[in-house]
């Protein structure tokens, strides 16, 4: 990694720890209450398999962490804050079999092949740089037991105002060397064991009332592979 890239992730990670340190999980910026209908459907089908392990990627509160741990043999949250991990675990602390949480930073993911029947991400894939993605979803398809899914929501970075210089240059930026949608730069990094089964975009509001627009993902793992 450049130093470029260990002072940008030093930062977000510093950013993160602040943002969870002494602050009410509903105070985040892409808290939710509730598991998103797109889980709460993926699991209630039956389409996950239900006697596996799942992990919730970039856990935050541990509300989606909680609700797994309820439909899966055991339930894993992740998230690089340790202060988000520390209110993610009171969730399910009384449980007889809580949910296990691990501090970690991706794209390097510090789990054993095959280890997850499903793998929720949630507003995590924005903050690695488009150049690793690649590596990311390696990862991700490595973790991953045959038949596995990966269902992912990435949020799409709002332009900056186009009368400033910098929207500006973002915008000519993009022109000059062709930037891909989310969904085309998702398609293009994956590897060969990693199938899309949906790619959309959808509109989301935030906890400021501001709208973003997500990309969702699923995403299968061959049982080739």
């Known amino acids: 990694m450049s130093a470029d ?10 950013r993160r720890e602040e943002r969870w340190a002494g602050k009410v999980p509903a105070e985040s910026r892409w808290y939710i209450a509730e598991p998103p ?3 709460l459907s993926l699991v ?4 996950a398999r239900a006697g596996g392990v799942a992990l919730d990627l970039g856990c935050g509160p541990g509300r989606v962490t909680a609700y797994l741990r309820d439909h899966f043999r055991l ?30 930073e991706s794209p390097a993911l510090p789990f054993a092949g095959g280890s997850f029947s499903l793998i ?17 979803f390696a990862e991700i398809a490595r973790i991953l037991e ?23 240059r973002t ?15 998702m398609r293009a990094a994956l590897p060969a064991a990693l199938r899309p089964l949906e790619l959309r975009e959808f ?12 990309t969702y993902g699923l995403f299968e793992k061959g049982t080739g592979g």
Do not use: K, N
């Open 120 to 136: 929720f991400e949630r507003g995590v894939l924005h903050h690695v740089p488009r150049a690793a993605w690649p590596r990311y």
């Open 146 to 168: 045959p038949g596995g899914l990966y269902q992912q929501y990435c949020p799409q970075r709002a332009l900056p105002p186009l009368a400033s210089v910098r929207g500006v």
């Open 5 to 14: 890239r260990r002072v940008a992730a030093a930062s977000i990670r510093a």
């Open 37 to 39: 209908s797109e889980l």
């Open 75 to 104: 339930a894993v949250g992740l998230d690089l804050a340790h202060a988000a991990v520390a209110q993610a675990r009171q969730l399910t602390a009384g449980d007889p079999t809580p949910a296990r949480y691990v501090v970690a």
């Open 44 to 47: 209630e089908s039956g389409r």
């Open 203 to 214: 509109p989301f509001t935030i906890t400021s009332g501001e709208r973003v627009r997500f």
């Open 171 to 185: 915008r000519l930026g993009q022109m000059r060397h062709g930037r891909p949608s989310p969904a085309d730069g």
